[in-house]
């Protein structure tokens, strides 16, 4: 809730709170004990709204029976939702890459950006103010990998921060006569993200780039830990057949194993 606080404060933006009960088993009558269940959500929900009130946000609570996910796909498209945000499992016995199955499903299925906050190592919120003082973008000079530029370009204009633009380019193994080859390919990568930088900068946006030879998982990882309070923006591979069950092999990785926030962009014409 603090990013979702923040965020909305400064778009202008309206809040849609959902909370979901699992529904009774079919063999068991409704009691009052549905009814207590309702009520406790109620009452929490109405608490996050009266906070977001007060900050001139426009708040609406809602409550479904059913399967989570499919309760907020459902609200997401029917409230004509620009943004869902949701938290992670974080980390657990299993390991250190747990999304948690409503937030694992609603990323493959939503044609919405999802914004997927980790808790911190107490379980609680990474940032209890909500606070983003840089973007970052990773690129690959894929026109996929461009359409998180303009959420990247819409939040940086609202809270006033940098971007950083990250193209990885690790190196051909064995290294060899592969050197040349791979000389020229970060050549074009630095001119790449260097004219992105540059039209950024046309717009008002402060922007550097950072191109490394480090895997394009860890070159993000890495640019993340050296910023202060970062928020990562990434893009979903489009899908098709079984497909549609893989996210783009690095945003699944960074999704499940960053520290911070992200925003994750689905792939455009998905319905």
Same mark, same amino acid.
């Given at each position: 809730m603090p990013y979702i606080e923040r965020l909305a404060g400064l778009l202008g933006a309206d809040v849609n709170l959902l909370g979901v009960i699992p529904p009774l088993p079919v063999d068991l009558p409704s009691d009052a004990a549905g009814e207590s269940d309702n009520g406790v959500v109620l009452q929490y929900l109405e608490g996050i /709204?009266?906070? !977001?009130? /007060?900050? $001139?946000i426009t708040t609406v609570v809602e409550i479904q029976e059913g399967q989570a996910s499919a309760e907020i796909l459902t609200c997401a498209e029917g409230r004509n939702c620009g943004l869902i945000a949701l #938290? @992670?499992?974080?980390?657990? =016995? *299993?390991g250190p890459n747990m999304l948690g199955i @409503? *937030? $694992?499903r609603v990323i493959r299925s939503t044609p919405a950006p999802v914004l997927v906050i980790p808790p911190d190592e107490d379980g609680g919120s990474v940032s209890p103010t909500g606070t983003v003082k840089t973007i970052i973008v990773g690129l690959d000079g894929s026109? @996929? #990998?461009a359409t998180s530029l303009g959420a990247a370009r819409q939040i940086a204009k609202s809270l006033g921060v940098e971007i950083v !633009? %990250?193209? =990885?380019t690790p190196p051909v193994d064995p290294l060899g006569g592969a050197a040349t080859y791979f000389d020229s390919v970060t050549h074009h990568a630095e001119q790449y993200v260097k004219q992105v930088a540059s039209? !950024?900068?046309a717009d008002g946006i402060s922007a550097r780039t950072v %191109?490394? =030879?480090l895997s394009a998982q860890d070159q993000l990882l890495q640019v993340a830990e050296e910023c202060d309070e970062p928020l990562l923006i990434l893009s979903t591979r489009g899908w098709s057949n079984r497909a549609d069950w893989q996210l783009g092999s690095v945003t699944d990785r960074v999704v499940r194993t960053a520290?911070?926030?992200a925003l994750i962009i689905p792939p455009t014409g998905r319905s």
């Open positions: /709204k009266h906070r !977001l009130e /007060k900050g $001139d #938290a @992670t499992r974080g980390r657990s =016995a *299993t @409503t *937030t $694992d026109e @996929t #990998a !633009l %990250v193209r =990885a039209q !950024l900068e %191109v490394g =030879a520290r911070f926030p």
